[in-house]
């Protein structure tokens, strides 16, 4: 029977808002008794398009524990949100927000990772993020591993590569979710999981030196501890707090063939396969055929305990998580192969890029969003998307035109998906205020509707600035979407 009654707008419970993480605004790296985290011992990159966060091995791990500067390690001092919360979330609450999306420091609950008493400070500073996203009616939405760990987790057991880990996780989280579940309904376990392919900043694993061979069995070793920790934090938030819900977080890199020709067409299959294998397990409940195959090809042996399948099988997400920046374009090597995926993907010639060399597709998030809806079934939750810009202050303003452009083709595209049958539960741009930058570790690649005054070397006042998007996204939240001139 046809139906002409299908969705054009967003939901009425939509949620609106913006997101961040912990090692990249907080700051207070050495307060109230928090430990040292892996992201605050990865130097700053060389130069803007250089990636230097899995670039650690034990000779810059030691030079960067004997460092107590923050110079050479911008992480450590963020946007100073630990001091400045109130302020930023009334900004936030300024805009509309629906709801804000943050992530928990593991060692500022547990400075060592795997210490039997939690850090009484830690647990009450977030106590009182909580209690101010409440006085706006904001909803909280906590990632609880946002590309940090406690290093001592490193020193002791080299990250995830160690299966001890596991309990470590499991009783950090059954302790927040103890202190916090009743006041937060929405949960994400590791954020952008399947970037740890690449090694130490999601694994937290030293893995420089080694054979390509080696860096990926000991990364998909890893990994899987952390699949496994993952279903096992879903099924200890179930039963601690039934209302609540978890979700995995996947950086969703959509691929397209670089030719009509059909081994083009099956590499770029094969690599997103490789992207999307992630949320299959943590979705489906099993490791898929076409990885058993991979692992196979590569000589890659995953080690697990004999109930590991059960507990992926019994403890699925309730929805599903991404972020989007871009897609990349992938071709047939000779033998095959799939040739540029992930972020080192080939240059599609139909898109413009950001500064960054990030290319700019808004019609490839409606794909994305189709094909996960097909794929899962399962809500869809856009955590990350955004322009990272340098932005210049003028007059004490800024004027940044080319995010508001960004933002709203990619909402435009959002609303495609909703009219085409998508549950899309809502979107949380990337970053909503300035913040340090996850992979070069630079202040001058700026996301945010809110200015930040500082510079890449840490000087300026840390003043708060709306920028013209502010007000643009207050009206696009106020309207619900509809409004988006």
């Given at each position: 029977?046809?139906?002409d009654?299908?969705?054009q707008?967003?939901?009425?419970d939509f949620?609106?808002?913006?997101?961040?993480?912990?090692?990249?605004?907080?700051?207070?790296?050495?307060?109230?008794?928090?430990g040292?985290?892996?992201?605050?011992?990865?130097s700053?990159a060389?130069?803007?398009?250089?990636?230097s966060?899995?670039?650690?091995d034990?000779?810059?791990?030691a030079?960067?524990?004997?460092?107590?500067?923050?110079?050479n390690?911008?992480?450590r001092r963020?946007?100073?949100?630990?001091?400045?919360?109130?302020a930023?979330?009334?900004?936030?609450?300024e805009?509309?927000?629906?709801v804000?999306?943050?992530?928990?420091?593991?060692?500022?609950?547990?400075?060592?990772?795997?210490?039997?008493?939690?850090n009484e400070?830690?647990?009450?500073f977030y106590?009182?993020?909580?209690?101010e996203?409440a006085?706006?009616q904001?909803?909280?939405l906590?990632?609880?591993?946002h590309y940090?760990?406690p290093?001592?987790?490193t020193?002791k057991y080299n990250?995830?590569?160690?299966?001890?880990?596991?309990s470590?996780?499991?009783?950090y989280?059954?302790t927040?979710f103890?202190r916090?579940?009743?006041?937060?309904?929405?949960?994400?376990t590791?954020?952008?999981?399947n970037?740890g392919?690449?090694?130490?900043?999601?694994?937290?694993a030293i893995d420089?030196?080694?054979?390509?061979n080696?860096?990926?069995?000991?990364?998909?070793?890893?990994?899987?501890?952390?699949?496994?920790?993952?279903?096992l934090?879903?099924?200890?938030l179930?039963?601690?707090v039934?209302?609540?819900q978890?979700?995995?977080?996947?950086?969703?890199?959509?691929?397209?063939?670089?030719?009509p020709?059909?081994v083009?067409?099956?590499?770029a299959?094969a690599?997103?396969?490789?992207?999307?294998f992630?949320?299959?397990?943590?979705?489906?409940?099993?490791?898929?055929?076409?990885?058993?195959?991979y692992?196979?090809?590569?000589?890659?042996?995953?080690?697990?305990?004999?109930?590991?399948?059960?507990?992926?099988?019994?403890?699925?997400?309730?929805?599903?998580?991404?972020s989007?920046?871009?897609?990349t374009?992938?071709?047939a090597?000779q033998?095959g192969t799939?040739?540029?995926n992930m972020?080192?993907?080939?240059?599609?010639?139909?898109?413009?890029e950001?500064?960054?060399?990030?290319?700019?597709?808004?019609?490839?998030?409606?794909?994305?969003l189709?094909?996960?809806?097909?794929?899962?079934?399962?809500?869809?939750?856009?955590?990350?998307?955004g322009?990272?810009?340098?932005?210049?202050?003028e007059?004490?303003?800024?004027?940044?035109?080319?995010?508001?452009?960004?933002?709203?083709?990619?909402?435009?595209?959002?609303?495609e998906?909703?009219?085409?049958g998508?549950?899309?539960?809502?979107?949380t741009?990337w970053?909503?205020i300035?913040?340090i930058?996850?992979s070069?570790s630079e202040?001058s690649?700026?996301?945010g509707?809110?200015?930040?005054d500082?510079?890449d070397?840490g000087?300026?006042?840390?003043?708060r600035?709306?920028?013209?998007?502010?007000?643009w996204?207050?009206?696009?939240?106020?309207s619900?979407g509809?409004?988006?001139?």
């Amino acid at each position: 029977m046809y139906l002409d009654n299908y969705p054009q707008k967003f939901p009425a419970d939509f949620l609106w808002g913006g997101a961040t993480a912990a090692n990249q605004i907080e700051g207070a790296w050495k307060t109230a008794g928090k430990g040292l985290t892996t992201a605050e011992v990865v130097s700053k990159a060389e130069n803007r398009k250089k990636m230097s966060m899995d670039q650690v091995d034990q000779a810059s791990l030691a030079a960067a524990i004997a460092d107590q500067t923050t110079t050479n390690y911008p992480k450590r001092r963020g946007i100073d949100f630990y001091h400045h919360y109130a302020a930023d979330i009334k900004l936030f609450a300024e805009m509309g927000f629906k709801v804000f999306r943050f992530s928990i420091a593991w060692s500022r609950i547990f400075p060592n990772g795997d210490d039997q008493t939690a850090n009484e400070a830690g647990l009450a500073f977030y106590d009182r993020v909580l209690d101010e996203l409440a006085k706006y009616q904001i909803e909280p939405l906590i990632t609880l591993s946002h590309y940090e760990m406690p290093l001592a987790l490193t020193q002791k057991y080299n990250g995830w590569a160690d299966r001890r880990v596991i309990s470590a996780f499991t009783h950090y989280t059954e302790t927040v979710f103890k202190r916090y579940g009743k006041r937060v309904k929405y949960w994400l376990t590791f954020n952008e999981i399947n970037t740890g392919t690449w090694g130490f900043h999601a694994t937290g694993a030293i893995d420089q030196g080694l054979t390509k061979n080696e860096q990926l069995q000991l990364r998909y070793q890893a990994l899987h501890h952390q699949l496994v920790a993952s279903a096992l934090a879903t099924k200890q938030l179930h039963q601690l707090v039934p209302t609540a819900q978890m979700g995995c977080m996947l950086a969703r890199m959509q691929t397209y063939p670089a030719t009509p020709n059909p081994v083009d067409v099956q590499a770029a299959q094969a690599a997103d396969q490789k992207n999307l294998f992630f949320t299959d397990v943590q979705v489906r409940g099993e490791y898929p055929g076409f990885m058993n195959r991979y692992f196979a090809e590569q000589g890659i042996k995953i080690t697990m305990q004999p109930d590991d399948q059960q507990i992926l099988s019994e403890n699925p997400v309730d929805f599903v998580s991404f972020s989007y920046y871009m897609t990349t374009v992938t071709q047939a090597a000779q033998d095959g192969t799939a040739v540029g995926n992930m972020a080192t993907g080939g240059r599609n010639p139909y898109l413009q890029e950001s500064a960054w060399g990030w290319q700019i597709d808004p019609i490839g998030l409606r794909i994305t969003l189709n094909e996960m809806w097909d794929r899962y079934q399962k809500p869809l939750f856009i955590v990350e998307n955004g322009l990272g810009a340098v932005d210049k202050l003028e007059d004490g303003k800024v004027h940044d035109s080319y995010r508001i452009d960004y933002l709203r083709q990619h909402i435009e595209q959002m609303k495609e998906a909703i009219s085409d049958g998508v549950k899309l539960l809502g979107y949380t741009m990337w970053g909503p205020i300035d913040l340090i930058s996850f992979s070069t570790s630079e202040m001058s690649k700026r996301y945010g509707f809110i200015y930040v005054d500082q510079d890449d070397q840490g000087h300026g006042s840390l003043r708060r600035i709306r920028k013209d998007s502010f007000y643009w996204y207050q009206k696009v939240i106020k309207s619900n979407g509809e409004d988006l001139s």
